[in-house]
């Protein structure tokens, strides 16, 4: 079974930067697909970012585009998540996940998160 730990969050300013790490051990990661979600309070878990592991195919939901950046590192076994121009409403619970639907997830034992706040 994967497990995947999310860090890097933060509390920051509008307009700021932070990178989110997800990490994981006991597989080889570059063989795994690997997707970004958050939940906001009062709000639905939401996908944010995927990195395919066939092709190297990149995915963002349409509020992130040109402000994130997915990629990976598979000497550190990590995936990461370049936030630039951070706004209030990107804050959430962030969470890495092996797969980038959640209909795919159903059965998926999610980690605690990284939290990120963005001030206005």
């Known amino acids: 079974e994967v497990h995947l730990v999310e860090s890097g969050g933060g509390l920051v300013q509008a307009g700021g930067s932070l990178r989110l790490s997800c990490t994981g051990s006991g597989f080889t990661f570059s063989e795994y697909t690997i997707g970004w979600f958050r939940q906001a309070p009062g709000k639905e878990r939401e996908g944010v970012s995927c990195l395919s592991s066939n092709d190297g195919d990149t995915y963002y939901t349409d509020s992130v585009k040109g402000r994130f950046t997915i990629s990976r590192d598979s000497a550190e076994n990590a995936v990461y998540l370049q936030m630039n121009s951070l706004k209030p409403d990107d804050t959430a619970v962030y969470h890495c996940?092996?797969?980038?639907?959640?209909?795919?997830?159903?059965?998926?034992?999610w980690g605690q998160g990284t939290q990120v706040t963005v001030s206005s």
């Open positions: 996940a092996p797969a980038c639907a959640l209909v795919f997830l159903s059965r998926y034992s």
